[in-house]
């Protein structure tokens, strides 16, 4: 019984910034990999940010700079620091857990969104 709770989403200036979090109340968050995705309107979702079990990161070309994703595994939860925010970051970011081994996925968990808007 995964659950993902989000939140940090809302409307911002651009420039401005947000930080996002995801808490994941299952046991396994310390061994999970976990990233963010975004869906803006008409789009399809795509990668933002991942973190590894080891704490490796990788972006996104159009965030690289201005993003910055972390986790504290003492409190099963993973964050999306975003700064200087354009309108174009304007999207629903979901939190997103899994864990891979033996070239499978065990495990695929989302959550439920969190809509960010970034005005002009």
């Known amino acids: 019984q995964v659950q993902l709770v989000e939140s940090g989403g809302g409307l911002v200036q651009a420039g401005g910034s947000l930080r996002l979090s995801c808490v994941a109340s299952?046991?396994?968050?310390?061994?999970?990999?976990m990233c963010w995705y975004r869906q803006a309107p008409g789009k399809q979702r795509a990668l933002v940010a991942d973190?590894?079990?080891?704490?490796?990161?990788n972006y996104a070309d159009s965030v690289k700079g201005r993003f910055t994703i972390s986790r504290d595994n003492a409190e099963n939860t993973v964050y999306l620091q975003m700064n200087s925010l354009k309108p174009e970051d304007t999207a629903v970011y979901y939190c997103?857990?899994?864990?891979?081994?033996?070239?499978?996925?065990?495990?695929?968990?989302w959550g439920q969104g969190t809509q960010v808007t970034v005005s002009s």
């Open positions: 973190i590894t079990r080891g704490g490796s990161t």
């Open positions: 997103h857990q899994s864990g891979t081994g033996q070239l499978k996925t065990w495990y695929d968990y």
């Open positions: 299952g046991s396994i968050f310390r061994i999970s990999d």
